[in-house]
């Protein structure tokens, strides 16, 4: 009897990873700007767009993951010539960050591509 429970148990997980593994996938994107005024201890960090936004859905991980860094990497080759503006980049757990540190002024921009399965929605809840 254990051994049929067993057996059920590891058929709904395999069906659990499989539904999983054909689910949609979304580009969520965001930008963060940290700014610091003149006194080094005054910063001020805020969001260019008050939430996250979807910029694609695709039918697996890793073309929305494929998505996300050519999504990044256009804005680096923007600026990537642009005089007194620094450039560093991240990936991680389906998170890609590109920094853009303005030299001249310390301003810090944050982009980031996020792929979520469709199920996923990284926006906060508002409580009512």
């Not at 910029?55 to 073309?63: G, I, M, P, S, V």
């Not at 450039?87 to 757990?93: Q, Y």
């Amino acid at each position: 009897m254990i051994f049929l429970l067993f057996l059920a148990a590891i058929q709904v997980m395999s069906l659990a990873s499989i539904a999983s593994a054909e689910s949609a996938w979304v580009l969520w994107d965001k930008e963060k700007s940290i700014t610091t005024k003149r006194d080094p201890g005054d910063i001020i960090a805020n969001e260019r767009y008050p939430t996250w936004e979807v910029l694609n859905a695709f039918k697996d991980k890793q073309e929305c993951m494929k998505a996300a860094a050519n999504h990044i990497s256009g804005f680096e080759h923007r600026l990537k010539n642009v005089k007194d503006v620094q450039l560093s980049k991240d990936e991680f757990g389906g998170l890609t960050r590109l920094f853009i540190d303005h030299l001249d002024d310390g301003n810090r921009f944050i982009h980031i591509a996020l792929c979520l399965p469709e199920t996923v929605d990284p926006r906060p809840r508002v409580k009512e």
